[in-house]
């Protein structure tokens, strides 16, 4: 499968790895850079790696790039990416007392500049609002690096799928 990725065009190499991280395509480009990989665990490791060592800028772009979560935003109009995750908690499945707390701490949450990320892979809705309502109390700065730790778990399960997919 490596030796698949090392051949790929930019373009379809770019394409293929884009929303690893919410719609981070320089992510994707400063990835293709580094090529060739010699297994897929190195191409993943360097695609963190160049997440991590991103300015402060191009971390909130990321982090603003992200969907709410339950919010009534049609699924259909998210990253196909996060179309599966939010629809496999069930936050499409929400009651409206639900969908309305998910509404109120979206909108109390952005305070800190960014929306509410978690990864919800493996999660219900009721451990996401749990979840957002210990962290809705959270300092700024540890909010931030949380943030960042989730946006980081995200792309790594993304990317272990491609990896299963064998793309």
């Known amino acids: ?17 884009a929303n690893i991280f919410e719609n ?11 090529k060739p990989f010699r297994h897929f665990e190195e191409l993943s490791s360097k695609m963190l790696n160049i997440f991590e060592m991103a300015s402060k800028e191009k971390k909130l772009k990321v982090l603003n790039d992200h969907p709410d979560l339950g919010g009534k935003t049609k699924i259909s109009s998210l990253t196909e990416d996060s179309q599966k995750e939010q629809k496999n908690a069930g936050l499409d499945q929400c009651t409206k007392e639900e969908f ?9 949450y952005k305070k800190f500049g960014f929306p509410f990320i978690l990864a919800v892979k493996g999660k219900n809705k009721i451990e ?7 962290r809705i109390n959270s300092e700024p700065k540890s909010e931030f690096e949380e943030a960042i730790k989730q946006v980081k778990k995200i792309a790594s399960m ?10």
Not at 1 to 17: A, T
Not at 25 to 34: G, H, M, P, R
């Open 128 to 134: 996401i609002l749990n979840a957002f309502r210990k």
């Open 24 to 34: 981070a395509t320089w992510v994707a480009e400063e990835l293709y850079k580094q």
């Open 158 to 167: 993304r990317l272990e799928n491609l990896n299963s997919k064998n793309i």
């Open 100 to 108: 309305d707390e998910f509404k109120k701490l979206n909108e109390d």
């Open 1 to 17: 499968m490596i030796n698949k990725i090392n051949k790929l065009p930019e373009s379809e190499f770019i394409k293929v790895f």
